[in-house]
């Protein structure tokens, strides 16, 4: 169980690595874009933006697709994807290309990717879920920060397309890892498998000790049995009788295993999971998770240009770059130890991490100083993390079995139309009120909304299982 505990685990972070670097490379490939197709920024911003749309439209598609097939050949089926889909933008000689190949079919494959990963933990890990998800989710993090570097040098030395190719060929290790994965399906019917053997051997062991006396050897056994017929002769059918019984009786007591019989899938395909969009639990989890989506967006998005208002020198503006990454590296790990410790409980532990989100956002107006203002940067950038593993704990938690994988990859599909709000929002502040006060007041409207609206989510949860039982009497 060790062995497989640490290849799915580091199949789960490589994967999220190499995903991860590929969607960190956009800034550096939007700029390039614009002088190797010779176009404005609104067009050479369409491709780099649609994948993260795609990711979080297609939850409902990839909740269908769990329903039908096994979790590891659809993980599998997106790697291919992806590998075809960057390796084809060495070809592209308009910014349509990109947009078709990147901005949808990577996309695509994008979030089937990775939306899986979390119920394959989840489903493997017994105890400590939350650190496991904690720390494959950080090899985002790790893959954005090493990558861009080398991608930086491969475009200096084989422009545009040539980088396209290189990065098809790094992220083509995705294929090898995903072959560690094993299904929920396959791992539930293994252990079904060793469940019964135990109760075999159990029942073997069984029949071995009621036939030897304990005050016999096994040696003894035979000779008893001659000088009972000796002695006894007209009860032999009547003993042998009694053996029979017996062992029929003993035969009954252990698991009977059909040859024709077949393992239930673990999703039967139905149209009932579609029912999580009118749960009120769900409804208060997308919010939520959609919403710390837009403040880590946004919060990337405007850092660099937020610091330059602040009067920051420019030899530290990378520094407050640098500790985004470094901050969720420890906001994703650091969450897995401390809700797997059940200090709290997951709701409380997700509204205290709203409420600091709001104040991180409010202390970032009031506050000059470069290292108090890198402070506050970094416990922002650590809640949000925080929050982003706390989404899985908050699904697995609270959904019924039947729907969670549904609602596991459903969580934020509200962000894929939210997104588009970014840049006008960013613009009417920024660019016409002179300031970046209006987002931060907008974001820690969010946050403290955030963290109101999760305390009724047990609530709402035990109400639909009494509703539920109800029902059922």
């Known amino acids: 169980e060790t062995i497989a505990s640490i290849e799915i685990i580091t199949a789960c972070f490589m994967i999220n690595f190499l995903y991860g670097a590929s969607a960190r490379m956009v800034a550096l490939f939007f700029v390039e874009s614009i002088h190797r197709f010779e176009i404005n920024r609104k067009q050479a911003s369409l491709p780099y933006v649609l994948p993260f749309v795609m990711k979080h439209l297609c939850g409902p598609l990839q909740g269908y697709l769990q329903q039908l097939f096994q979790t590891k050949s659809l993980i599998v089926f997106a790697n291919v994807g992806t590998v075809i889909s960057i390796c084809a933008c060495f070809f592209a000689e308009d910014i349509l290309t990109v947009t078709i190949l990147w901005g949808f079919m990577f996309g695509i494959c994008f979030g089937l990717g990775i939306q899986y990963l979390p119920l394959l933990l989840n489903a493997h890990f017994t105890t400590n879920q939350s650190k496991a998800n904690g720390f494959a989710y950080s090899g985002a993090c790790f893959g954005g920060v090493v990558m861009p570097p080398i991608m930086e040098a491969c475009i200096e030395y084989y422009g545009l397309n040539g980088s396209f190719l290189i990065l098809s060929a790094i992220v083509a290790n995705v294929i090898p890892f995903s072959m560690l994965l094993k299904s929920p399906k396959e791992s539930s019917l293994n252990k079904v498998h060793n469940q019964k ?36 002769p007209s009860n032999d059918t009547e003993a042998s009788n009694f053996d029979v019984n017996k062992e029929t009786e003993n035969k009954s007591n252990c698991p009977v295993e059909t040859k024709n019989q077949k393992a239930k899938p673990l999703s039967a395909f ?78 409380t ?15 970032l107006l009031f506050i000059n100083n470069y290292l108090l203002l890198m402070f506050i940067d970094f416990l922002l950038t650590v809640f949000t993390g925080s929050l982003l593993v706390l989404q899985i704990a908050l699904v697995h938690e609270f959904m019924q079995p039947e729907k969670r994988n549904m609602a596991m990859v459903c969580k934020s599909m509200l962000f894929a139309p939210l997104c588009f709000t970014i840049s006008p929002m960013i613009g009417y ?14 974001l820690t409207g969010i946050s403290f909304f955030s963290g109101f609206i999760i305390y009724f989510v047990p609530h709402l949860a035990k109400r639909r299982k009494t509703t539920t039982s109800d029902n059922v009497t």
């Open 197 to 232: 053997a135990n109760m075999k051997v159990s029942c073997i062991e069984m029949k071995d000790t009621e036939k030897t006396p304990s005050f016999l050897s096994p040696g003894d056994n035979n000779k008893s049995q001659n000088l009972h017929n000796k002695l006894f």
């Open 349 to 363: 532990i997700t509204s205290i991490c709203c409420v600091c989100t709001g104040l991180s956002s409010l202390g």
């Open 429 to 442: 502040f920024r660019g016409e009120h002179g300031s970046y006060d209006g987002v931060m007041y907008t």
């Open 270 to 347: 139905t149209l009932q999971n579609f029912k999580i969009f009118i749960d009120p639990a769900f409804i208060i989890i997308l919010l939520m998770s959609t919403g710390t989506i837009y403040i880590t967006t946004v919060t990337f998005t405007i850092i660099l240009d937020f610091v330059r208002d602040k009067n920051v020198g420019a030899n530290l503006e990378v520094y407050y770059v640098m500790i985004l990454a470094l901050a969720d590296i420890c906001g994703r790990i650091g969450s897995g130890f401390v809700i797997d410790k059940q200090i709290l409980p997951s709701p």
